[in-house]
C-alpha cells in the first residue's frame, strides 16, 4: 500500500530512490508528457468556457488523478516510491532540507534564476526542460522573492474552516473552500505557492520542477483533512451544471474517472499521519 | 524573422530611454504585488482597469523589449490553441504572441505568470518581460499539445 509522507521525514535513502524514479521516468519521455497535460490544460480552462483541471470544482478530483496517475509511473520504476507532500506552512524557507542538494536542489542563481546544485540542476545534464513556455532550457526558481511569504498555517485553517465546497459560478470568482484553496480568491494559498517558488512553477509548464509533485500532494492532503472536518458537506455541483465536472461526469482526458470516484483517496493511498 | 530586426531597430533607437522611463514604475508593481498577501495583484492607481469592458492599447518598450497589446487582428495566428482567452486582445513580446487569459474579475494571467492575476495587460506583459530575464517566447503552436 502506497504511504505518503511528509518529505521532512524521509530517510536518505528514500529521497535518493525519489529523484532516481524521477530521473528514470525524465529519461524515458513519461515525465515530459506530464507535463505537456498540464499545459495543455492550464492554457484551455476558462472561467467562461469549458474547465477540468483548473478554476472549476474539479481542480481537486482532477489533479488526485493526475498525481495517482504519476505516482504510478514512478512505481513502474521502483515499487518503494510515493509522492511525498511538502507542508509549507513549516517548511517555510529556502534554508529547509526539501531544497539541499541530495534533494531537490535550491533556489537559482540572480544572473539567470538558474538552479545550480542538485540532481535536477542544468549542470547535471539530466534535466533537460523540453516542454517550455519560452527559450530557457535550464530548471529555474526563484525561492521566496521580493520578501513573498508562504502561508501560514492559521491561514490554512481559515480556509479548512470553509463549510461548502464550491459555488456558482463555479469558477476563479467563487466562494467557499475549493476557490479559496486554489487561491482566487481569498488569503490564497495554492497559487501563492506557486509564484513562492517562481521559475518554471510559475508557468502553465509548472511540473517541470518535482517539487510540483509534493506542492499538490499537500494541496491533496488538505482536502482530505477538509473532508473530515466536514463529513456533511458534498463535492458541488451534483448535476447538469454547463461547462462544469459534476459529481458524477467524467473527466478529460482519462474520460474514464469522475469527481465521485476520486472521494476517498484511501484505495489509492494512505498518509503517514492523519489526513 | 521581423521580430528580431524590429528589436534592433527597437534598442538602437529608443531602448535606452523608453526602457529606463519605465522601469521605476514597473519595480512599484511588483513590490505592491509582493506585499499584498491576496490572490489580487492591483497596482495602486490600476483598480478601474478591472472594471473596464476592455483594456486599452499600449505599444512601449520595456527593459529593452517590444510589448504591444491590443484588439486581435486576426491575422494568421488565430487558433493555435483552439481557443481565443484574450477575449479578443493579444499581447506580443517582441513580436511573439504571450497566451493570456482573462479572469472572471477583469484581471489577468499569462502563461509566464499563471497563478498571479495582473490588474492590466500592460502589468501583465511587464510582468512577462522581467520573469523572462531576455529569453523568447516559445510560439504558442508548439506548445499545444
Redesign the interface.
Known amino acids: 500500500m502506497t504511504v505518503r509522507k511528509n518529505q521532512a521525514e524521509l530517510t536518505a535513502d528514500e529521497k535518493r530512490r525519489f529523484v532516481n524514479a524521477l530521473l528514470a521516468l525524465k529519461r524515458n519521455g513519461q515525465y515530459d508528457a506530464f507535463v505537456?497535460?498540464h499545459?495543455?490544460f492550464?492554457?484551455?480552462d476558462?472561467?467562461?468556457?469549458d474547465r477540468v483541471g483548473h478554476?472549476s470544482p474539479s481542480f481537486l478530483p482532477w489533479h488526485r488523478r493526475y498525481l495517482i496517475q504519476f505516482e504510478q509511473a514512478l512505481q513502474s520504476v521502483d515499487p518503494s516510491v510515493a509522492v511525498p507532500y511538502w507542508d509549507w506552512t513549516v517548511d517555510r524557507t529556502a534554508a529547509s532540507s526539501l531544497w539541499a542538494a541530495d534533494f531537490l536542489g535550491g533556489t537559482g542563481r540572480s544572473?539567470?534564476?538558474q538552479v545550480m546544485d542538485g540532481p535536477f540542476a542544468a549542470t547535471s545534464g539530466a534535466w533537460p526542460v523540453t516542454?517550455?513556455?519560452?527559450?530557457?532550457t535550464f530548471l529555474r526558481r526563484t525561492l521566496g522573492?521580493?520578501?513573498?511569504?508562504l502561508p501560514t498555517r492559521a491561514e490554512v485553517d481559515s480556509v479548512l474552516a470553509m463549510s461548502t465546497y464550491d459555488a456558482a459560478?463555479w469558477?476563479?470568482?467563487s466562494d467557499g473552500f475549493r476557490n479559496h484553496l486554489e487561491?482566487?480568491?481569498?488569503?490564497?494559498l495554492?497559487?501563492?505557492v506557486?509564484?513562492w517558488v517562481g521559475g518554471q512553477m510559475?508557468?502553465?509548464?509548472?511540473p517541470n520542477d518535482p517539487v510540483f509533485w509534493m506542492h499538490h500532494a499537500f494541496i491533496d492532503k488538505l482536502w482530505s483533512q477538509w473532508q473530515q472536518r466536514h463529513p456533511n458537506s458534498p463535492y458541488l455541483p451534483a448535476a447538469g451544471t454547463p461547462n462544469v465536472v459534476d459529481l458524477r461526469d467524467t473527466m478529460r482526458p482519462w474520460n474514464d474517472v469522475t469527481p465521485a470516484d476520486m472521494l476517498d483517496h484511501r484505495p489509492h493511498y494512505t498518509y503517514d499521519t492523519a489526513a | 524573422m521581423p521580430r528580431l530586426t524590429r528589436r534592433q531597430a527597437l534598442s538602437a533607437a529608443v531602448g535606452a530611454t523608453a526602457g529606463l522611463a519605465v522601469t521605476g514604475a514597473a519595480f512599484g508593481t511588483a513590490q505592491a504585488a509582493a506585499s499584498s498577501g491576496t490572490g489580487r495583484t492591483e497596482a495602486a492607481g490600476s483598480q478601474h482597469a478591472v472594471h473596464q469592458a476592455a483594456p486599452g492599447s499600449f505599444d512601449e518598450v520595456y527593459r529593452g523589449r517590444r510589448i504591444q497589446g491590443g484588439p486581435a487582428d486576426g491575422g494568421g495566428h488565430g487558433g493555435h490553441d483552439g481557443g481565443h482567452h484574450g477575449y479578443g486582445y493579444t499581447v506580443r513580446i517582441d513580436g511573439d504572441e504571450l497566451h493570456v487569459m482573462r479572469n472572471a474579475d477583469g484581471t489577468w494571467i499569462s502563461v509566464v505568470n499563471h497563478y498571479e492575476p495582473r490588474s492590466t495587460l500592460r502589468a501583465l506583459a511587464r510582468a512577462a518581460v522581467i520573469d523572462l530575464q531576455g529569453a523568447d517566447l516559445v510560439p504558442l503552436a508548439s506548445l499545444s499539445s
Open positions: 505537456t497535460t499545459n495543455a492550464i492554457m484551455s476558462t472561467d467562461d468556457g478554476r544572473r539567470d534564476s516542454v517550455r513556455v519560452d527559450g530557457r522573492a521580493n520578501g513573498r511569504q459560478p469558477n476563479s470568482a487561491g482566487w480568491r481569498g488569503v490564497n495554492h497559487n501563492r506557486h509564484v510559475g508557468t502553465g509548464a509548472s
